[in-house]
């Protein structure tokens, strides 16, 4: 079946304007992540989605961003008042469920956010 | 909280010849779960192998395998008879057991380590 997918691809934005990505996860995936790859750094964890309970947001990192998933499915991470260190490759990944630890998480192609 | 370090930003091996990738990690849990994810100019993140922390047995998937040592806290990626396909950032990642009790249920990744294979 398809993977995770997510869009757009690539996005320039200027600072201070507000973007959404989108992802779509694997069909019947319970469990959806946000995570952000900065340059020279490793995947930092965004926020978290398991079923219908609310997210964990904990790793968001200031309010101008949050994220919904709507029916369980595709989800939309927002950033508002975009910043220049909001440059990243941000990832989108889902699994079976988010309660078993050893499920794979599988990967989407990310989208790499360029602020200028 | 749990960390993980990868000692090594860049590693080079020659086409065929082994490698292998350092990885060690801090926690105060005794059960959670070790992963090697690859991650290739695509982006696009593919795990490579994992390990629960309860087995003594090292996971081996063909090519790759690890050496697990739990009491050390270390969790090395061996790669052999390279292939120029195996060229990309690898990623050691952290997982707690489950998503109850305030886990996040992320993965913690390393900063990741670059593999160059030389034909």
């Known amino acids: 079946g398809a993977g995770v997918s997510q869009s757009p691809s690539n996005k320039v934005t200027e600072k201070g304007k507000d973007v959404e990505l989108r992802c779509d996860p694997i069909?019947?995936?319970?469990?959806l992540y946000w995570y952000r790859q900065s340059l020279g750094q490793g995947l930092e964890f965004l926020i978290y989605?398991?079923?219908?309970?609310?997210?964990?947001k904990s790793g968001l990192p200031s309010d101008r961003f949050s994220a919904e998933r709507t029916g369980g499915s595709v989800s939309t991470l927002t950033i508002q008042r975009t910043q220049q260190e909001d440059s990243a490759v941000y990832l989108c990944a889902s699994s079976l469920s988010g309660r078993a630890g050893y499920n794979e998480q599988f990967f989407g192609p990310g989208t790499r956010l360029t602020v200028l | 909280a749990q960390t993980v370090t990868q000692s090594q930003p860049e590693m080079s091996v020659q086409e065929a010849e082994t490698v292998t990738l350092s990885c060690t990690y801090d926690?105060?849990?005794?059960?959670?779960?070790l992963f090697w994810y690859k991650q290739p100019p695509s982006r696009q993140m593919i795990l490579v192998i994992r390990?629960?922390?309860?087995?003594?047995q090292n996971a081996t998937e063909n090519r790759f395998s690890v050496n697990f040592q739990k009491a050390a806290k270390s969790f090395s990626l061996k790669i052999s008879d390279s292939q120029l396909g195996d060229a990309a950032m690898y990623f050691c990642?952290?997982?707690?057991?489950?998503?109850?009790?305030?886990?996040?249920?992320?993965?913690?990744f390393g900063k990741g380590t670059k593999l160059s294979v030389k034909p």
């Open positions: 990642a952290y997982r707690s057991p489950t998503a109850y009790g305030g886990s996040q249920g992320n993965l913690i």
């Open positions: 390990q629960e922390a309860y087995k003594q």
């Open positions: 069909s019947g995936h319970t469990a």
């Open positions: 926690t105060s849990e005794s059960d959670y779960y």
């Open positions: 989605f398991q079923g219908n309970s609310a997210p964990d």
